[in-house]
C-alpha cells in the first residue's frame, strides 16, 4: 500500500526542468460609475496595477509551492518587460538559468483591466514567431546543462503557441530526456500537437484531443472518446495518456488500463490555472514512482481545489495531501 504522506514528503527532493512560453500577467484594477462622452466605452478610475508570474511560469510557482525544486526555461526580449520579467523571479525566489534574453523578441505581455470585479479588455504584447535557431540551440544547450548537472527528475513541455517550443527544440530535448531517463511530461497546444513521441505523459484537454485526432463527439458516446484516444496513441506512443475533462473530471490510460476519475463536487470560483495545476502534480507523482490511477486522482483533486479560488493561484500543499489521504 503507498504511504501518500511519505510521497508528498517525497516531492521536497524532486527537481523539475519547465520549458515552454512565459508571460507576465499584469491587472490594472479600478472601478467603473459612468461612461465616456467620448465614445461607449466605461471609464476605469485606476485603482491598483498588479504583476504576476503566467504561462510556463506559472507552473514552476505550482512546482515550488509543492516542495519541489523547479527551473523555468524560457526565452524573453531584451527590454524593460524582460527586467521586470527577472524582478518577478527574484521575487518569487525562482532561478533565471534557464532563461535566454533574445533581442529579436518581445516579452510577452497579458494585460487585463479590470472594472468593478470584472474583466473589461486584454491587451496583448507579445511575438508568436518561432524563435530563431540560434535561439533554440542556446536554450537547449541551457535545459541540457541544468537536467545534467542538478540531476533533474523530469521536464515539462509548457506550450502556449508563443513560439518557443519549436519542433526542434521539442524532438531534441525528448531525445536527451529519453536518453538519460528523465520523465517527460506535456501540456500541449495544437501547433506543435504531433511532435510530442514518445513522451512518458501526453495531457491535452477534451477540446485539444478532438481537434488534434479530428474527431468530434460528445463524451456520453464513450467508444467514440476511446476510438480518438488509441489514434493519439498510435501517433504519439506516451507511456500515460491524461486527458481532463473539465467537469466530467479526468482520464487516464497506461496500456490496457484506463480509468475515469469523476470530478468532485466544487463551488468554482474560477477555472483559471487549473490545467497547470494538474500538469505540475500529475508530474511529481509520476516522478515518486505513483501508478497511473493514483497520477490521476491526486491531479484532479489539486486541479479542483484551485478552483475554489478566484484568480490564477498555486495549490496548496497542506489542503491537498489533506485530501489526498481520503482517497
Do not use: W
Not at 475515469?260 to 502534480?281: C, E, N
Request: glycine share 6%; charged share 20%; aromatic share 6%.
Amino acid at each position: 500500500m503507498i504511504d501518500l504522506k511519505n510521497t508528498f514528503d517525497a516531492f521536497n527532493s524532486k527537481k523539475i526542468i519547465i520549458v515552454g512560453d512565459v508571460m507576465i500577467d499584469t491587472y490594472l484594477n479600478g472601478s467603473v460609475s459612468r461612461i465616456s462622452p467620448e465614445a461607449p466605452v466605461p471609464i476605469v478610475q485606476f485603482k491598483s496595477k498588479e504583476h504576476r508570474l503566467g504561462g510556463a511560469a506559472n507552473v514552476a510557482l505550482n512546482i515550488k509551492a509543492l516542495g519541489a525544486t523547479p527551473f523555468i526555461c524560457s526565452v524573453i526580449g531584451d527590454d524593460e518587460d524582460g527586467k521586470l520579467f527577472h524582478s518577478l523571479l527574484l521575487d518569487s525566489a525562482l532561478s533565471a538559468q534557464g532563461i535566454v534574453v533574445d533581442a529579436e523578441r518581445m516579452t510577452t505581455v497579458k494585460t487585463r483591466v479590470i472594472g468593478n470585479n470584472q474583466q473589461l479588455l486584454r491587451l496583448d504584447s507579445e511575438r508568436t514567431n518561432p524563435i530563431l535557431t540560434a535561439t533554440q540551440n542556446e536554450l537547449i544547450q541551457r535545459i541540457q546543462t541544468i537536467a545534467l548537472t542538478e540531476k533533474v527528475d523530469a521536464i515539462i513541455f509548457e506550450d502556449y503557441n508563443k513560439g518557443v517550443l519549436t519542433e526542434n527544440v521539442i524532438r531534441t530535448l525528448i531525445d536527451f530526456a529519453n536518453e538519460h531517463e528523465i520523465i517527460t511530461t506535456v501540456d500541449p497546444k495544437k501547433e506543435n500537437f504531433f511532435a510530442y513521441y514518445n513522451v512518458t505523459l501526453f495531457k491535452p484537454n477534451l477540446k485539444e484531443l478532438k481537434e488534434g485526432v479530428g474527431l468530434n463527439f460528445e463524451m456520453n458516446d464513450r467508444t467514440a472518446f476511446l476510438d480518438a484516444v488509441s489514434i493519439l496513441k498510435e501517433r504519439l506512443n506516451p507511456t500515460f495518456t491524461f486527458i481532463t475533462l473539465s467537469e466530467l473530471g479526468v482520464y487516464i490510460n497506461e496500456g490496457e488500463e484506463n480509468h475515469f476519475i469523476p470530478a468532485h463536487l466544487r463551488v468554482i470560483a474560477d477555472v483559471s490555472g487549473a490545467g497547470d495545476t494538474v500538469i505540475s502534480v500529475a508530474t511529481l507523482c509520476l516522478a515518486c514512482g505513483l501508478s497511473a490511477k493514483l497520477v490521476a486522482e491526486i491531479a484532479n483533486l489539486a486541479g479542483g481545489l484551485v478552483c475554489e479560488k478566484i484568480g490564477v493561484i498555486s495549490v496548496d500543499k497542506e489542503q491537498l495531501m489533506s485530501e489526498a489521504l481520503g482517497l
